[in-house]
């Protein structure tokens, strides 16, 4: 079992050395290349993975799942999160990410939405551990770069498959598995179940097991080692609400000082993820970027008339203005930081 306990530093997943043992977990919508690459500059971040892609629409080209390729050497190392039921299609979905020269596949086997479980993939492939290993395993002789997966802990309380069908992956040649520790049926209710997880751990040999949910501090990232001894953690909103926790982390179980980001720097955070949007989205960036304006009035303490202002982004010369008022009042507002500013699916997870 490799585990963050005996070593904080490297993790190797099959072909792939990560400098780092903290990942960004995929959140469609938010993790694009502009949100990725910013993040990386702050440090930290030892792998991250694409939005999932509809194997079909990438094999045929489909413009939204070609954005969602959108990338550059500096964005790495990255995986491509594919899903589907059909074997011939991720197979051949896999080996088109593989001609791209992405270095990781990964498989989505968690996905709770019922239009993604629909077409056969994300959390209704762990219903059926015989289809979901022939399927991993076709993947993985299709190419020559690592292929993980990502599952939830099972389909419900009653089909708590994870642990069986991670052993199943590592027999078939799955690099790694990163298990949120819910079921489909919690969607994204209730506690990350971190005994859970810790039973999938203890059910492979030496294939990683990436942790994951609800990591949003240096405390929470401790407690779900110690509890699970999982290899790595994977972090999705947490990096939304603290971009520097990768980076705090990484100095956390280095043994060293843990660096709060100054105000100049959280300003230039900003800043830098709007250019970078801008850079592909030109003016449509102003408003794409608004769905950020929460996140960003509550990291940064922008006072709530700026907060609302940005969230009616219109130009360039506005952000710029907007700006300046920012760094200029930075500060004025007190914020407590809420648990959770990404819209989750809610209601009865029949109807997602
Ligand atoms: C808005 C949103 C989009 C998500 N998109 C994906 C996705 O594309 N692929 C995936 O495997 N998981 C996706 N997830 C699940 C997250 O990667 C992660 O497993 C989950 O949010 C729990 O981790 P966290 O508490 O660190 O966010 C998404 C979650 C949210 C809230």
Redesign the pocket.
Known sequence: MTSLTTSPSELRIGSRELKTRFFL??????THWPLRLALREVGGVGLA?T??ILAPQLLAGNRKSTELLQTSPDDRPLSV?IFGGKPEELVRAAQYVESLEFGGIDI?M??PMGKINSSGGGARLMRNCDHATRLAELVVEAVQIPVTV?MRLGWDADDFSAPLLASRFEQVGIAAVTV?GRTRQQG?HGQVNLEGIRKVVEAVNSMPIIG????RTVDDASRMIKQTGCAAI?????AMLDPWLFRKLDQHFRGETVCEPAPDEKLAFLHRHFDLMAEIHDVYACILFRKFAAWYGAQLGIPEDLEDDLRKLESFSHFEELFLNIEQRQGERQTTIPTAL???PNGPNAHW
């Open positions: 977990a995929p959140l469609a919508g938010y993975t939005d999932l999160q989505n968690g996905c990502k949120h994204f994951n949910g609800d990591v994977a972090i999705g909103r947490g990404i819209k989750v």
